[in-house]
């Protein structure tokens, strides 16, 4: 074998050599590649529903993820955005090829979205196959931080248990021993519903009967009747968007409102209230957010968000608001050079996020450790009683991150 002075293997020494030209050339290429990186506009995927029931929702958080962009001047990390959009129907079936028209067509730099739990299966999968960063602004399908937690994937909203397992506390607090739930039949109503069922069986509580039909329907009546005969304590429900104004007017409409009393996690009456009068008023849920919350963030969101939309924020527009703080978070800490994967991911792994609902932080599993309020329906408002559980964070079950 050929030795060189040095003593090394001929070809090895050349290979280091070359190897070593294409470090350099890499070296003195790297501050032109960055500076076209970031010089080139941020692709973001917007997937969300757009039509059906849960429209009023992907349009809110599209507003608030929006509202965060602008006030950094239409920027992220110092990067211009380019949307790319996708109506994702809110239907599972359709989430793959959704997922990646945004992620192998549009070449997204990132994924933003989105409301339903099955839609949201669909895209954990692409997304832990693809590596592209993930923030789920809605959708609270437990397995997302839990056996499919991974280090892109991120959740700026809840986890269905987190919703509703302090509403068993409060149920039996109010001197309530049992319980029907109403809900769809996926994901997101059965996560609720054991979440309640944990936390209400734990106190003591029992959850008597399950009440389902298929999402997105809206025909309440046998299942009314059905509760009118059951004459539980309590009705302890799960709808959301359009849904959810049907069901209070119906419930209200039945003549059950008044004698069996009616509860939630917020989704039920967040963003709805507008559109169905009275029917609602006194009904407790409880939610990551409030109208009233005495958070100084708050009252600047609600300001800005009114003036850029003429519409009233909720949740989804705090959620949505809070994936751009999240975001910018991230992408300042590499100043806007998103390939540098490890260092979005650490930044945003570490932030504060000064939210509208009060300040949070991720955890492990990247789902937001938060507070859970107790609100009442008061006119078109849910106003804010008492914090239900301080800095709940979801338990994250079979996440190996
Ligand atoms: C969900 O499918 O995870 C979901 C949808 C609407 C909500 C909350 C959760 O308001």
Excluded at 208 to 215: A, I, R, S, V
Excluded at 216 to 227: C, D, K, R, S, Y
Excluded at 325 to 346: E, F, M, P, T
Aim: hydrophobic share 40%; with cysteine; aromatic share 8%.
């Amino acid at each position: 074998m050929e030795k060189t002075n040095h003593g090394f293997d001929r070809r090895e020494f050349l290979k280091g050599t070359s190897a070593i030209a294409g470090a350099s050339a890499v070296g003195t290429l790297a501050p032109l590649g960055l500076a076209r990186a970031q010089g080139a506009k941020l692709r973001v995927g917007l997937m969300l529903p757009y039509t059906g029931t849960y429209t009023p929702l992907g349009v809110a958080i599209t507003n608030g993820f929006k509202l965060a962009v602008e006030e950094r001047g239409g920027k992220l990390g110092g990067r211009e955005i380019e949307y790319f959009v996708v109506d994702d129907e809110s239907n599972p079936g359709k989430a793959p090829e959704n997922t990646n028209k945004l992620i192998q067509r549009d070449k997204v730099d990132v994924l933003i979205g989105t409301v339903h739990s099955g839609v949201a299966m669909g895209m954990a999968k692409i997304a832990r196959e693809s590596g592209v960063l993930w923030l789920n602004t809605n959708a609270g399908a437990d397995d997302v931080t839990g056996p499919l937690c991974a280090p892109n994937i991120f959740r700026t909203s809840f986890s269905n248990w987190q919703t509703t397992y302090p509403l068993g506390k409060v149920l039996k607090a109010k001197g309530y021993n049992n319980a029907v739930f109403i809900t769809w039949k996926y994901a997101a109503g059965e996560e609720m519903l054991r979440g309640f069922r944990e936390g209400f069986e734990k106190e003591g509580g029992k959850l008597t009967k399950e009440l389902y039909l298929p999402f997105p329907q809206v025909e309440f009546q046998a299942l009314l009747t059905e509760i009118a005969s059951i004459k539980p304590d309590a009705v302890v429900s799960f709808f959301a968007g359009v849904g959810a104004g049907k069901f209070l007017k119906d419930y209200a409409a039945s003549g059950l409102k008044g004698k069996i009393p009616l509860y939630g996690n917020g989704f039920l009456t967040d963003g709805v209230l507008e559109a169905i009068g009275d029917a609602a008023e006194g009904v407790e849920t409880t939610l990551h957010y409030g109208d009233n919350l005495n958070v100084p963030k708050d009252k600047a969101f609600r300001l800005a968000y009114a003036k850029a939309w003429k519409l009233q924020p909720d949740v989804y527009a705090v959620q949505g608001y809070d994936a751009g703080q999240l975001l910018a978070a991230g992408l300042d800490a590499v100043k806007g050079d998103i390939s540098n994967k490890a260092g979005v991911i650490k930044a945003m792994e570490s932030a504060k996020i000064d939210s509208p609902r009060g300040a949070w932080t991720l955890s492990k599993a990247h789902n937001p450790v938060q507070d859970i309020y107790l609100r009442k329906v008061v006119g078109n408002q849910n106003v804010v009683q008492s914090v239900a559980w301080k800095a709940l964070a979801d338990p994250a079950r079979g996440c190996k991150a």
